[in-house]
């Protein structure tokens, strides 16, 4: 009888757990993408490589899996750097499982264990992200809590460490990556939803508020003679008003003293305040941004340099260009302390007027500029000093801008289908970019440019097109000379008078040709005044792309979001591989 009833309930759990599975299955969904660059170098004199340094071959690639299943969701990434592809930090040289995470979220909880991803506001107090392009990854290693009580309301909860390449989660405090713990709350009110008689108001209103703290353990360091701080906490608010046409949203953070390697081990709190103001209708859009940042930089390891063990994020407001020789300046943030300013404005002609034409001329005007923030000595020991080690830095006034520009970009686009077979975009630049503080290139002249470029595409057929960009660099300071050293050569790489031109064949949907040469016809340098000649073919099908190129890169920064990287002169042949289901 016993034995009996025991097959009894096996056959029920059997039969159970077949449909609990198939259920499992029937209701899931399984996403995921997949990319791998690769890249081989080869000698070229001509651009002055002559070492390889025994690496011939680079190879980053990633695979992301994510599953899904009404309120649970999971995924992972797994990663690999074999080596790893010029330009990138080395310490991503390595190959394993990057990133993992489970997710449970009903609507009023939400619950994610394992590499959390998230932004409290603008993310000046708290950011987590992963830009591919950049090897940029700071996700956070241990749990995050969203709780909904009521309509409009939402409450954020953080806890974790910071990813640093492959360094482990360790809590020795003798390890060499040692980074401390990230604690974090926000919360965010729409009054709009939370108060019935706001429901249908014109004017729309909402506001949050964060608090972030690292708590570091600061006995790793034996070889410091400053007592740095084991908890640093920075606060922020922010509000968004939004009535007809107009949009206003403003967010102020502020840390307390947080010495580090970034800010020369001083003991100023930091302060950033970042606004915007908008008015938009139909052809038309305007926006006014400002923003001020102050010993910004926030730290899961305070003798983290760069981007390393970055807590927070400063949004940069500047113009992102994205053609060749515009975007060969691109601003980077200055954590510790910037004024910058953005005005854009964006206007279409309409239809069937004069200047409109057919089909209506789209215009757009911008200028970004950035400077540094006013720096006053202070009085330490009865000495007047500024920003000497150990003490609180200087003193700024909030409002006063420094006359020492780092950046300005005022540009003019215009963008016109002519027919339904052509269509043109230009563009005008006028740039002031301060390389020495920006790139690091110590002593070099500022960079004033005028930069133009013409892109223009006819449509064959239904099936084929062809495309052309003619653009131009004109650095003004170069006319005049350059006094260099032998040793300062290579900062003067990539300055001087630019040319490039682009010729792309493409067959819709899946081929594209494209042949291309940027010619720095006016370095300063004569052995620097090279071709870059390029040529690439992209296959596309379904959601899977196969671009293989080959010829010279040249030297540069790449930036997204004011955070960049260095690319080094390299030649050879490139392949790249991505897919997506």
């Excluded at 691109?330 to 007027?353: H, L, R």
């Excluded at 003490?391 to 540009?411: E, K, M, P, Q, W």
């Amino acid at each position: 009888m016993r034995n009996n009833i025991l097959l009894v309930l096996a056959l029920a759990l059997a039969f159970g757990f077949k449909a609990s599975a198939q259920s499992f299955l029937e209701n899931s969904q399984v996403s995921g993408s997949f990319q791998t660059d690769a890249q081989y170098y080869r000698l070229d004199k001509g651009i002055d490589i002559t070492d390889l340094n025994g690496k011939k071959l680079g190879l980053n690639g990633f695979g992301k899996i994510n599953y899904t299943n009404g309120n649970f969701s999971a995924g992972m990434r797994f990663e690999a750097f074999l080596p790893e592809l010029n330009g990138f930090r080395p310490e991503l040289n390595g190959v394993g499982l990057a990133n993992f995470y489970a997710n449970y979220d009903n609507g009023f909880i939400g619950v994610t264990v394992g590499d959390v991803y998230d932004q409290f506001g603008s993310g000046l107090v708290f950011r987590t992200y992963e830009e591919w392009s950049l090897g940029m990854d700071n996700s956070l290693r241990g749990v995050r809590t969203v709780i909904r009580p009521t309509q409009g309301v939402t409450l954020k909860g953080v806890y974790g460490r910071q990813r640093y390449y492959w360094a482990p989660y360790s809590n020795d405090l003798d390890a060499k990556n040692y980074r401390g713990i990230v604690r974090g709350i926000d919360g965010e009110w729409d009054l709009n939803q939370s108060i019935p008689a706001m429901n249908d108001a014109e004017l729309k209103v909402s506001m949050g508020g964060s608090f972030v703290s690292k708590m570091q353990d600061t006995t790793v360091v034996n070889n410091l003679f400053y007592r740095i701080p084991v908890n640093v906490g920075a606060a922020a608010g922010r509000i968004n008003l939004a009535y007809g046409r107009f949009a206003f949203a403003t967010e102020y953070a502020y840390k307390i003293n947080d010495p580090s390697a970034i800010n020369n081990f001083i003991y100023k709190n930091g302060q950033a305040l970042m606004s915007s103001l908008s008015y938009s209708q139909k052809g038309l859009g305007v926006v006014l941004q400002v923003k001020r940042t102050d010993n910004m930089s926030f730290k899961s390891n305070f003798t983290g340099m760069e981007n390393d063990h970055d807590i927070n994020f400063l949004p940069p407001i500047n113009y992102t260009h994205t053609h060749s020789l515009p975007s060969m300046y691109t601003y980077s943030t200055q954590p510790n302390g910037e004024m910058a300013a953005q005005f854009q404005v964006n206007y279409t002609i309409p239809k069937g007027t004069w200047l409109g034409g057919r089909y209506g001329t789209k215009l757009a005007f911008n200028m970004s500029q950035v400077n540094d923030i006013v720096r006053d000595s202070i009085m330490v020991n009865g000495q007047m000093v500024l920003n000497k080690k150990g003490t609180l830095g200087y003193a700024s006034n909030f409002f006063a801008v420094s006359d020492h520009r780092f950046f300005r970009d005022i540009n003019f686009e215009i963008d016109k289908k002519i027919s339904k077979d052509w269509h043109v975009t230009a563009q005008y630049i006028n740039l002031y970019y301060d390389i020495e503080t920006i790139e690091g290139h110590a002593g070099a002249p500022v960079v004033e440019a005028n930069i133009g470029f013409l892109d223009v595409t006819y449509k064959i057929n239904k099936r084929q097109s062809l495309r052309f960009e003619l653009q131009g660099l004109w650095e003004k300071e170069v006319k005049k000379g350059y006094a260099y050293d032998e040793s300062e050569k290579k900062d003067y790489q990539k300055r001087g008078d630019w040319a490039f031109g682009l010729l792309e064949y493409t067959i819709t949907p899946h081929w594209s040709f494209s042949i291309a040469d940027k010619w720095n016809y006016g370095n300063p340098v004569p052995e620097f005044r090279d071709h870059y000649f390029t040529g690439t073919v992209s296959y596309i099908h379904d959601a899977t792309r196969i671009m293989l190129s080959g010829g010279r890169q040249s030297e540069g920064v790449v930036c997204v979001g004011g955070v960049c990287r260095t690319v080094p002169a390299s030649s050879g042949v490139t392949l790249t591989i991505s897919t997506s289901f």
